[in-house]
Every structure is written in structure tokens, then in C-alpha cells.
């Protein structure tokens, strides 16, 4: 059975770093994308980062330049650094693993719990 569960969130303020963590545990084989997504209160859930099992990337354009998304095979984890966070980065963020790399959060069957990220002004 497959498990993710996320670390790493917390408050800060404008400008500020954070990293997320990612453990996975239960999966066959590593041929999965493994996707960061986030939401915030009345928002729908929007794609932030995706990293696929070539090692590919992919931002949203609200985070290009700023995030970055890893993996570690060796540990089975996955990585956000957040750098040069802003009050809009404010929002639940939640891993995800699916069998491709999509902007559509249907697509992914496994979600880790959530980590809140807070920035403030």
C-alpha cells in the first residue's frame, strides 16, 4: 500500500524559505510522477511542480525561478524548496504520485495529508 507523508511546512515571512519533504513508502516501482500541489481556502487545487521518473521538471509559472522539486531515490523522498516566498504561496500543499506527470490533480491516485504554509507580509 502505498503512503505519502509530507513535512516541512510552517510560517514565514515575505521572502523567506521553506523546504517540503515528501516520504514514500510502498510503491513497486519508480515509475511514477511524483507532483507537488497546493490550495488555498476557497481556491481550487493548482499544480505547483512535477518531477518525473526520468527526472524531468516542471513549474508553474508562478513558481518558476523561486521553487525547485527533487527527488532522492535513495531515501524515497521528494523535495520543494521555496525560496523568496510570497503571501499568494500561502496554502495547504499536498505531494501526490500518479503513473504520469499532469497538470490535472485527478490524475494522481496517491496524496499525502497536507502541510500548511503560511507567508506573511
Known amino acids: 500500500q502505498v503512503h505519502l507523508v509530507e513535512s516541512g511546512g510552517g510560517s514565514v515571512q515575505t521572502g523567506g524559505s521553506l523546504r517540503l519533504s515528501c516520504a514514500a513508502s510502498?510503491?513497486?516501482?519508480?515509475?511514477?510522477?511524483m507532483a507537488w500541489f497546493r490550495q488555498a481556502p476557497g481556491k481550487e487545487r493548482e499544480g505547483v511542480a512535477l518531477i518525473g521518473s526520468d527526472l524531468s521538471t516542471n513549474y508553474a509559472d508562478s513558481v518558476k525561478g523561486r521553487f525547485t522539486i527533487s527527488k532522492d531515490n535513495a531515501k524515497n523522498t521528494f523535495y520543494l524548496q521555496m525560496n523568496s516566498l510570497k503571501p499568494e504561496d500561502t496554502a495547504m500543499y499536498y505531494c501526490?504520485?500518479?503513473?504520469?506527470?499532469?497538470?490535472?490533480?485527478?490524475?494522481?491516485?496517491?496524496w499525502g495529508q497536507g502541510t500548511q504554509v503560511t507567508v506573511s507580509s
Open positions: 510502498g510503491f513497486t516501482n519508480r515509475r511514477y510522477c
Open positions: 501526490a504520485a500518479g503513473p504520469r506527470c499532469s497538470w490535472r490533480w485527478a490524475e494522481f491516485g496517491y
